[in-house]
């Protein structure tokens, strides 16, 4: 009945991107940018496993880079059919996807100097500003629960996923004669009780489910903590007369944040004195986009618009337009809030105010979203003593916080208690999204508490649906340089022995499994230090 590839994510949180390939329809769920570590980042330029023009449409689940930042090299490379995603999405995406573009245009310019010194030829952007400009004509903006025909045996429909603004996850139901199939894409789960935006939309069935499991081997703290905690680092900050510099993801973090700020300044909990700037030109311009789409607010926001308050703005905010002004932050402000893009710390201006603030033991750097592996932000995250930003090595003495209420994914329980509210359960869950670690916690407990059928897919496989059932046809190797070969194969070996331990047997061998998880993570962390900074 269908094909289903997995192209990106798998065993890694990066690159989302999934391959449906039915009787008369070839969709792809997804197709994003692959970021963290050097061997990651080089999977946005192999070769695509299928010729872009024989795709039909794009479903897009949100506008963050890592699931739409490889669309302008798919269309550069020939794709000509719709991208269907929600409006929201369409206007985020018309300013996410040229800022991608200049920023790899700027990373081939520094990149191409070094290589001219080594002799080397230069090697081309993967795109540019034109190619994702590009992409916008193809975009298909449509409404949360429409169900749309893509062809005479797929239908898909779009719910809302509460995660960012426009965020979805995806029901498709594909069509055989008399027989049926419903897929499901949970895209990226957001929270519930998240400002701004709706909870994540309760579905009632899926025979074969797609979930995400960024965190699933961890837990937030509670939303009602995030805000006290937040103006009480504020508060310790600016008496140090340090900056409070929080590294944010322009779309959704940044918007959450100016929310609280908005409250805290409201209610008295942060001194008038202070002042708060967004230095992103595309946090700013994320923020005019949710301004202008109220409709997508949940019930607490609208009751705040009705009472005259604008949720996203206040008196002491400033959105910093200009090189110079963002430049002029560094060298003036004391006891400021700076909120700067990117949220993993490895591009954009967080990148200058981290460098003139993690030396300084007044300062608080803020860790407010996920931190992927080989990050920047990941290390500080981890402890690091000194970092190199921009060749230089900078000593980390500013207090480093992480503040996980912030995040826009779903924890273990909140993962867990999605899928428990399903009329029927999935005959088969894949997990995606997510770090070996998280997903292995996470398809041990969906085994063990609600007794799912669960498979961690490694990057490239491939599987067989049909109304019996699954059939694995490709499994290749897990990402690994071929040094590594003997490693990964016994890695795999685990993933593939967990896949078929029944959970009576995982029960009883619950001790080993966790001494083995131990393990790996010891491993992990020694090649780390091994491996040192950046």
């Known amino acids: 009945m269908a094909k289903l590839s997995f192209l990106g994510a798998a065993g890694t949180v990066t690159g989302s991107c999934f391959f449906l390939d039915t009787i008369d329809c070839r969709i792809l769920i997804d197709c994003g940018l692959f970021q963290g570590t050097k061997e990651i980042r080089e999977l946005n330029r192999q070769p695509f496993p299928f010729s872009p023009a024989f795709i039909d449409y794009v479903v897009l689940t949100h506008s963050h880079i890592d699931h739409s930042g490889l669309l302008p090299r798919l269309v550069k490379e020939g794709f000509q059919g719709k991208i269907i995603t929600t409006r929201p999405s369409v206007d985020l995406a018309r300013i996410m996807l040229p800022d991608s573009g200049h920023i790899q245009e700027m990373e081939a310019e520094w990149k191409n100097r070094k290589r001219a010194r080594a002799g080397l030829s230069p090697e081309p952007p993967l795109y540019n500003i034109p190619d994702a400009e590009a992409v916008m004509p193809l975009f298909l903006g449509v409404n ?24 979805a996850m995806v029901e498709i139901w594909l069509a055989e004669e008399d027989k049926s199939i419903k897929l499901v894409f949970s895209g990226d789960l957001g ?37 006290p905690h937040l103006a009480k680092i504020i508060r310790e900050t600016v008496a140090r007369q340090g900056n409070v510099v929080i590294p944010a993801f322009a779309i959704e973090r940044t918007q959450d944040l100016l929310y609280d700020l908005s409250a805290l300044y409201r209610e008295g ?70 909120i700067s893009a ?14 003139h603030n993690l030396w300084r033991p007044e300062a608080s750097i803020v860790l407010v979203g996920y931190q992927a592996e080989g990050t920047l932000g990941r290390r500080l995250q981890e402890g690091a003593k000194r970092v190199r930003i921009f060749g230089e090595e900078v000593a980390v003495k500013a207090k480093i ?16 208690n999605w899928v428990q509210s399903f009329r029927a359960i999935p005959k088969q869950v894949f997990l995606v999204h997510g770090e070996p670690d998280a997903s292995l916690t996470l398809a041990q407990l969906l085994k063990k508490k609600l007794g799912l059928m669960v498979i961690i897919p490694t990057l490239g496989e491939r599987v067989s649906i049909t109304t019996q059932g699954i059939t694995i046809e490709t499994k290749p190797k897990a990402l690994s340089d071929e040094k590594y070969t003997g490693l990964a194969n016994l890695l795999q070996e685990i993933n ?11 029960q009883a061998y619950t001790q080993e499994i966790e001494q083995l998880i131990r393990a790996v993570r010891e491993l992990r962390g020694q090649a780390e230090v091994a491996t040192g900074s950046e």
């Open 144 to 167: 949360y629960d429409e169900i749309i025909s893509l062809s005479s045996c797929v239908k898909l429909r779009l719910r809302d996923a509460g995660h960012i603004l426009g965020s």
């Open 191 to 227: 929270n519930s009780g998240q400002p701004i935006i709706r909870d994540p939309a309760l579905l009632e069935t899926a025979d074969y489910l797609v979930l995400e499991s960024t965190y699933g081997d961890r837990f937030h703290e509670p939303q009602e903590q995030r805000r």
């Open 269 to 338: 909990e942060i001194p008038d004195q202070v002042k708060t700037y967004v230095d992103s030109p595309l946090a700013t311009k994320a923020t005019e986009v949710f301004i202008k789409n109220p409709g997508y607010y949940d019930h607490e926001t609208w009751q705040l618009l009705r009472q005259g308050y604008e949720p996203l703005s206040f008196k002491n905010l400033q959105f910093v337009r200009t090189v110079e002004e963002s430049k002029r932050l560094n060298a003036e402000a004391r006891g400021s809030i700076i």
């Open 342 to 355: 990117s949220g993993m710390c490895d591009a954009g201006r967080i990148k200058h105010h981290l460098k």
């Open 401 to 416: 916080h992480n503040l996980s209420a912030y995040s826009a994914h779903a924890d273990q329980t909140a993962l867990v």
């Open 496 to 506: 593939e022995l967990v896949r078929v331990l029944s959970p009576a047997m995982e």
